[in-house]
Structures are given as structure tokens and as C-alpha cells.
């Protein structure tokens, strides 16, 4: 995906698709499926000879000073009054909890760990929908955009599929699907009508209605913890260290950045208590400050990306990037998404780029100069929507 596509609806009721670029270099963004992922990754290590995979295992117990687990052992069915699990116990040399955001190594690391826990659920939920390919089998919608239908306090977003469908998300505060999930179906339709144009000709006004009440009302959690180990036996990463809220896309990434980073520091140090102690001290930093900006993306997609001082802000920064490379401008965005810097380090550089724009602006309030550009901007808005001018980021 090469960037977002916002639909919104003009003053005078005409439908409008707005494209934003995620990059003025060219680079874009992999839609992937997470389940087919999975079954990738887990053919590949099924394959590995020094590998040794154990399905139906569950963590009941973890003694992280000697370095013994405890398993409950079950079939597919499960367990029964009449048929006990067996509890099985392994000794270990390293233990990784890569078990999610509700994870069991954490909770018993705790134990052992003085481990700072954090959780919050936030104001969301979440319901997912399946939009349909074309009678003719393509697309629905351009596949290489995130769609968003952004709506201020909630928001409808559709990412596309290997096989022409695009699986779409509603997210909103629990106040917005109690009234959906209580009211009719056709205040339901009228609803998605009202603050997501367009989007009924896409999924037909019944589908929506049954795939909201047949799919899941979910919510969003988000998950600090510091440290992320104990002495030299355990270790947690992705989820079960740091859930974030998906609006940033970097969650799976975050996951795999940290084991990158964790394979790093025990390259780096002999000493595996102090690799692991070198690893929890940089990543919990990072973990916390990619948690956050998800967070603050939410807002930024359903609501700011319609703002003309983002989309100024956004123009700026993409123009020094491009022109004045020798500066080491570029947005937080395409910092986060196409570079191995560190979050904890993205975010300083952004917090100071944005200190030396409002500075300059404010400085050039005196001249007139905010006027004139604003003024600007509107005009070229106007001349825009008449398709005399285009911008570019929106490929017109």
C-alpha cells in the first residue's frame, strides 16, 4: 500500500476520495495476512531438525530461579472431570514468552520479577467486516491504499486481500456500538450511510447489518511492563511485553523488531544475564514509546487526517525531505515505518523538528507570512475540488 485513501463527502453532498502518499520516496507498506503468516512461519520451523513443536501445552507453573516449567498436557477435546490433564514439568536453559498480550510467562515472572504492570483498556471497540470482490472478481476499490472513512470520534478502515476482498474494521467508543447494537437495522444502515460515505456500495446495506450482529464486538487493550526479564532465564517479547492498539500498524513489527534486538544483545555479550538485562533496559523504552504513538494515531486517523494544518504540516516536512535531504528532515511516520531507528529515538527527532516549526511560524505571525500561507492552502483547496491544481501527494 502506497498510502491512505480518506473518503469523505463534499459541503454540496458529492462523494470525494483523497489520496495521501506514506512516502515521497516511493515506499509503501505489505498487507499481510496474520493467520496465513503463521502457518508460514510454523511450516518453516516444523522443518528445522533441532526444532521440536508441542501443541495442546498449556503454562500452569514456572519456577524462573531453577529453571523448571510446568505444562498441562491435553488432547484437541480438551480435559473432562472424568479425563485430568497431565501435568508434565521441564527443566530449561532460557525460557521466551511469546505467548500475547495475555501472557502466562509474564504472570509468572512476576513472581519473581519487581516487575512495574501496566493496563488499560481504552475507549474502543472493535468489529470486523468483509467487503466483497467485484462481479467480475477484482477489487472492490484501489488495493494499493489503507481506505479510511474517517468520522471524528470513530472510524471505518479497509485493508485489501491476495484474494480481491478487503477485510475492514469498524472502530469506535462503546457508546457508538451500544446504540448500533440496540437500535434498528435500518438506523444501523442509516448510521454507516451518514459517516461513511459510500461505503454501502461497496458491502451491501444487509451484509453490513449481518456481519455487525454475527461478528464479534471486541476491545482494544494496552499493555507496559518493565522489565522485560529475569536473571538469566527468562525473557518476554511482542504482546506478552508490550500490546499496543493496532492504529499504527507496528505491532507484529514491534514484535519482530525485538527479537532482532534481542538476538543482537546476546550475540553482543557472553554473559547472558547481562545481554538480557542490556536488552530489557533499550527495549522497554522503545516498547512504551510505540505504544503511545498507536495510540495518538488513532485520533490522527479518524479526525486529523482531514485538518489542513496536518495536511500543511505533512506537505512541509515532506518537501524538506525530498529537497533538502542534507537537513535529516522526514516525517515520524515513514521513521517508524521504513527504518531500523529506534522508537524511543523516532520520537525525539520529532519532538524537536516540531519545536523548530512552531518556531518558525510563530516567528513569521509578525510578518504576515501564516496569513499568506494559509490563505494559500485554502485557495489551492478550492482550485483543487475544481481539479484545476493538483498536490503532490494525492497523485492528481
Known sequence: MHGRMIHVRASGGALLQQSQAYD???????SVDRGELNKVLLDHLDSLPNVKLFFQHKLTGADFRKKKAWFEVTDKKGTTLSTRAQEIEVSFDICIGADGAHSATRHHMMKFARMDYHQTYIDCLWCEFTMPPTKEGGFAM?????HIWPAGRFMFIALPNLDHTFVCTLFGPVELFTKLENGTDA???S?????????????????LVAQFKRNPHLPLINIKCSPHHFADSVVVLGDAANAMVPFYGQGMNAGLESVRVLFSKLDETPDRAEALMNY???RTEDAHVIADLALANYIEMRSSVTSPVYKLRKYIEERLDKYLPSLGWATQYSRVSFSNMRYSDVIKKSQRQSRILTTLLLAATGTGMVSSVIGVWFLLMRLRQKNVV???WSGR
Do not use: C, K, M, N
Not at 515521497?24 to 505489505?30: A, D, E, L, S, T
Not at 484501489?142 to 489503507?146: D, G, I, K, V
Open 142 to 146: 484501489p488495493p494499493t491504499y489503507l
Open 187 to 189: 438506523e444501523l444502515i
Open 280 to 282: 530489557s533496559a533499550e
Open 390 to 392: 493538483g498536490f503532490p
Open 24 to 30: 515521497v520516496h516511493g515506499r509503501f507498506q505489505r
Open 191 to 207: 448510521t454507516f450511510d451518514q459517516y461513511f460515505p459510500g461505503l454501502t456500495t461497496y458491502i451491501p446495506p444487509e451484509d
